[in-house]
């Protein structure tokens, strides 16, 4: 991989991520930001490459224009996805109950 793939690949989601810190406003653990990271990366590349499918691009050249037009896209994409991350995470709670059973009863 050269060095432009993997700046239009993981650069995005690196600048979700810086976006997405700031919008949250509290400090975050490191697993917080590694894990973070990658379902930003995750999340981001799986829906620029389920567009270029769909565009019938293909993908696995990255010349310099290509990169470019990826990198934008990305970008674009990962902000979105950083405050729909946000939004979801304010708006909807999940409580969950557990329950052990009790091995005593007979």
Do not use: G, H, W
């Not at 949250?24 to 990658?38: W, Y």
């Not at 620029?48 to 769909?54: D, E, G, Q, R, V």
Request: with cysteine.
């Amino acid at each position: 991989m050269t060095f432009n793939e993997i700046m239009a690949l993981i650069m995005p989601s690196i600048i979700a991520l810086l976006f997405y810190s700031k919008v949250n406003k509290k400090n975050m653990s490191m697993f917080e930001i590694v894990s973070n990271l990658v379902l930003f990366m995750l999340i981001t590349n799986s829906i620029c490459y389920a567009i270029l499918i769909y565009l019938q691009t293909s993908p696995i050249i990255f010349s310099i224009s290509f990169t470019l037009k990826y990198s934008v896209m990305a970008t674009f994409i990962a902000v979105v996805v950083a405050i729909l991350y946000r939004f979801i995470e304010l708006n909807i709670k999940i409580n969950i109950k557990v329950e052990s059973i009790n091995e005593k009863k007979d």
